[in-house]
Nanobody, 115 residues
Framework: QVRLVESGGGLVHVGGSLTLSCVVF????????MAWYRQAPGQQRTLIAR???????GYADSVKGRFTISRDNAKNTAYLQMNNLKPEDTAVYYC?????????WGQGTQVTVSL
């Protein structure tokens, strides 16, 4: 059974930084691409960053140049380093394997960026 545990969110001022972590249980992490998504109030969950098993990364335009996704296969953990945060980055952030046929999600972690 896949289980995802996100952490690291919080309240930060504009221009600040946060690092999110996602520990993954129940899959062979090394062979799975991973992704970070976010969902703002009243909006759909959207993919913002992804990393393949061999470390190739991709980003949504809204976060490119500010966010960095990475992975530590030894710890079954994916990370999202977020710099130069903006109020529009306020959302609940989720991680997921790129291949998630059972649509399993963790509880997410709230990021709030204040002026």
């Amino acid at each position: 059974q896949v289980r995802l545990v996100e952490s690291g969110g919080g309240l930060v001022h504009v221009g600040g930084s946060l690092t999110l972590s996602c520990v993954v249980f129940g899959v062979d992490f090394r062979f799975n691409g991973m992704a970070w998504y976010r969902q703002a109030p009243g909006q759909q969950r959207t993919l913002i960053a992804r990393v393949t098993p061999n470390g190739d990364t991709g980003y949504a335009d809204s976060v490119k140049g500010r966010f960095t996704i990475s992975r530590d296969n030894a710890k079954n953990t994916a990370y999202l380093q977020m710099n130069n945060l903006k109020p529009e980055d306020t959302a609940v952030y989720y991680c997921s394997p790129l291949f998630n046929p059972d649509d399993i999600w963790g509880q997410g972690t709230q990021v709030t960026v204040s002026l």
